[in-house]
């Protein structure tokens, strides 16, 4: 069990109410002439005000100022994070080639980086300004982020750390995020991210347009998957400027690009709040795995903990996918996965152990993207054993955690991706040339 000092309120999606002083909730009311305690009431919107109710997003924050006490917002270096990925974009490089990642490097000492700086962008689709795509950055981080907070402005992260444990404190309260665990902090919300061990490695998927939800379950029917009572979001916490003073940076990211402001007072001073659009955490131990128990491979959409849906039915602009340790039971079957070529994109990370997938060279911290219709699947040696194996009920995948982050839409690499970050494996296509022609030609009198 993982240690974790804080409290939470349990359940996905639901309309929570946490008041970190009895009383500092409105009654009946968000909007009140005077806000009880002297507070000041504000709205954090996640969706279009008009959204229907099934999507309507948005939280009620009572705090000791509005956000909006402030300097100007100022430009700020950012050349590793990429947002637009057009095809005419100078930041990226698109390429059918299967690609394969060593474990991305910690900051070098004596470099102080934290969660914000250490921020680095691997591959994306779309851009912002029009809410369509998505983003996938790394995190290399090995200082704490103190003083300074953020919000992005573009969308929302699913943050996968993989590395070191992230202490996160919220405008709606504090999280601590070990890996294995991965946390949601949606377009809008400031934290500051401090880390436990040190230092801290882990991916990170962002949607432009739309939030994630739980994948609907069709016939498996109400139960089963990532199961709602399990999201943990943080209660109300607050710091009073009068224990810790300013001056404080805030920093976005906005269009691709970081600002930065600054002011006297502590982002976090939000005493109470109600609503439905907050962070939330998971751990992925709790996933409640379901698989053939006849037979053949089924889709890795079986897997799936969170998905951002797209307009077209069943078609996600990105889900969040892992391979969780699991009984293989499957009869009379070739149990890893298969060879295919997919519509889809494919970026998988491994956050602890190794993949069944892959006999070497996929490592905790590296990644991998095959890209629509570039064929892939097992490599030579997972292919001759899992040929061979002996097919008795086996447990598969302990003390392990690869994870996929999939979308219907085409990703371009980043320069840094491709080149900069010296992490891509140039011989990665090499896993599969091993494969041999075992085709055995029946005898004519059979
Ligand atoms: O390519 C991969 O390793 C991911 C994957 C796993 C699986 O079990 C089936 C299909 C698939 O794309
Ligand atoms: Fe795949």
Known sequence: MSTDPYTYLEGFGNHFTSEAVHGALPKNQNTPQKCPYGLYAEQLSGSAFTAPRTHNLRSWLYRIRPSVVHAPYEPVKSDLLVSHFSINSEDCVVTPTQLRWSPFDLPAKPDKVDFIQGLKTVAGAGEPSCRSGLAVHVYTANSNMDQRAFYNSDGDFLIVPQHGVLDITTEFGKMMVHPNEICVIQRGVRYSVNLMGGEARGYILEVFGEHFELPDLGPIG???????????????????????????????????????????????DVVAWHGNYAPYKYDLAKFCVINTVSYDHIDPSIFTVLTCKSYSPGVAIADFVIFPPRWAVAEGTFRPPYFHRNCMSEFMGLILGDYDGKSGGFLPGGGSLHSPMTPHGPDANVFKAASEAELKPVRVADGTQAFMFESSLLLSTTKWGLKTCGKVQEDYYKAWGDLENNFQMPSVDQ
């Open 222 to 268: 109400a139960n089963g998957l990532a199961n709602p009572r399990d999201f943990l979001t943080p209660k109300a916490a607050y710091i009073n400027d009068d224990e810790n003073k300013g001056p404080w940076d805030i920093i976005t990211k906005f269009n691709g690009k970081l600002f930065k402001t600054s002011q006297k007072h502590c982002p976090f």
